[in-house]
């Protein structure tokens, strides 16, 4: 039993209820056999960080089978080259099992080079290559060499960890592109009136789905930062090869990213500090974080304080209308990472909704300590959970709306209750004060939506199970 639920044995220590005490949550670990985790493979934590880089090639090297997660469900926009939309595979096949792949991988890499002239190719590992271990660093080597450009080799065995270790392996391929070229200020892409600022960041962790680094990007240049890179959403590799030159690295998604901010700082010394984009506390807080890291010019936390009164004051009373209807209401959250999740908790209180489970597939023992601490007693927490666990805490809950990715979705709904997507799929963008009030607007059509009344008396949890 975990916290007193019923779970697989084995995932024990994986759930506990806030106020219960002290009790450390056991995270971290590999996938318990047979428990469906919710959780995607290394291969796939690499390609979440690193397919939003729009001007480079993404050539899986593997069976045709996982180069199914494309573009198109996921949600990275970019406002010029498309060619992260495009999925390539080497498609191995028998005999390349038996033989290698490597000479497929050479000639795939080749043929890919020579029709897209891309500005640099990821070439991502899966399980097969793996078990039969192909020299892949090699061969991105020659290619690189022949052709011009980084070739850069992602070790993402899709067996060889948890997500998290896929993230690792993006960073380490992220980390050999940075401080191989210096940027040009001439090309720079944003606001032209902050391209000779000398405050300048990397935003990292943001992956510009449904335009939302564009919004970021928008408030800080408005403070009068320059934003070197952004990686990856909507991110060139240029701008990341010449991200050494920032003075700041503002790191989001904790769990993909922190790692990269760590690198950067131990090989050129650029400090790092953590923020969330999501909920008007926290978006405020991101803004006035960046403003105290440059202490030498006031001017900007003056006017991050501009910025937030003017967003504010169009937001609030959108917020307002819905909270009238939503107060009272429960809310699940099982997302990608629990620094996001904490976002999401306080975003939700500020609409009159109560967290009653909330649980993520890669956190780790500070986040979830935190967010023992920031949600109300009794709510559930649980790490790297499975359909049936998750299945069962809404019921007993007694949840309105589900808020978490496309492995959730039809969870909520089989379930009748209400469901907001707040994963990479989505197509409306959720971070920054406006996308505090599209969240806002997402959780009342769900949860306030007529068909559930249909529903009634057929499994329908808006009311708590004994
Ligand atoms: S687990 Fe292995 S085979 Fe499955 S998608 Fe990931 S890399 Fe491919």
């Given at each position: ?5 019923a ?37 796939c ?75 640099a ?61 210096e ?27 449904a ?28 701008e990341i090869?010449?991200?050494?030159r ?129 949600c ?37 709904y089989?379930l ?26 997402e ?24």
């Open positions: 039993m975990g916290g007193g639920f779970v697989l044995e084995g995932r024990e220590g994986q759930v506990s209820e806030a106020g219960e005490g002290p009790s450390e949550l056991v995270c971290g670990k590999p996938s318990l056999a047979g428990s469906v985790s919710q959780r995607a493979c290394v291969f934590g690499s390609r979440v960080v690193l397919y939003p880089v729009a001007d480079a090639v993404h050539l899986v090297h593997g069976p045709v089978g996982c180069a199914a997660y494309t573009w198109d469900i996921r949600g990275a926009v970019s406002t010029g080259p498309q060619l992260h939309r495009l999925s390539f595979s080497t498609d191995l096949r028998e005999t390349d099992v038996v033989f290698g792949g490597e000479k497929r991988l050479y000639a795939s890499l080749s043929a890919l080079i020579l029709e897209h002239a891309p500005r190719a990821f070439v991502y590992s899966t399980c097969i290559v793996g078990l039969i271990g192909d020299d892949v660093a090699a061969v991105c080597r020659q290619v690189s060499r022949e052709r011009g450009i980084p070739v850069l080799p992602v070790h993402s065995e899709g067996f060889k960890g948890t997500k998290k270790d896929g993230y690792r392996a993006a960073c380490d391929a992220l980390s050999a592109l940075i401080g191989t070229a940027s040009d200020p001439a090309s720079y892409r944003g606001e032209s009136g902050v391209a000779g600022s000398p405050y300048s960041i990397n935003i990292l962790g943001e992956f510009n789905l335009g939302e680094a564009w919004i970021i990007r928008r408030y800080y240049e408005r403070m009068g930062i320059r934003v070197q890179s952004v990686m990856t959403g909507d991110g060139r590799v240029d090869r010449g991200a050494h920032a003075r700041l690295n503002v790191v989001q998604c904790s769990g993909s990213m922190t790692y990269l901010a760590k690198d950067m700082k131990e090989r050129y010394g650029i400090p790092f500090i953590q923020v969330s984009y999501f909920g008007i506390d926290d978006m405020a807080e991101a803004l006035y974080a960046v403003a105290t890291a440059f202490p030498e010019e006031p001017a900007l936390a003056e006017r991050a304080a501009v910025i937030v009164a003017e967003e504010l004051a169009q937001a609030l009373p959108a917020l307002k209308a819905f909270r009238k209807d939503l107060e009272g209401m429960r809310a699940a959250i099982y997302v990608g990472g629990a620094f996001k999740a904490r976002s999401l908790v306080k975003a939700l209180r500020l609409i009159g909704v109560e967290t009653v489970l909330v649980g993520s597939q890669t956190g780790n023992a500070d986040d979830y300590r935190n967010l023992s601490a920031l109300d007693p009794g709510t559930i927490i649980v790490d790297d959970s499975n359909p049936a666990e998750l299945s069962r805490f809404l019921q007993l809950k007694g949840a309105n709306v589900f808020i978490g990715g496309v492995k959730e979705r039809p969870i909520a089989k009748g209750i209400g469901f907001c997507d707040h994963n990479h799929e989505r197509k409306i963008p959720l971070a920054g004060f406006e996308g505090m009030v599209n969240f806002a607007r959780v009342h059509a769900s949860a306030t939506s007529p068909v559930w009344k249909l529903l009634a008396g057929h499994g329908r949890s808006g009311e708590a199970v004994s």
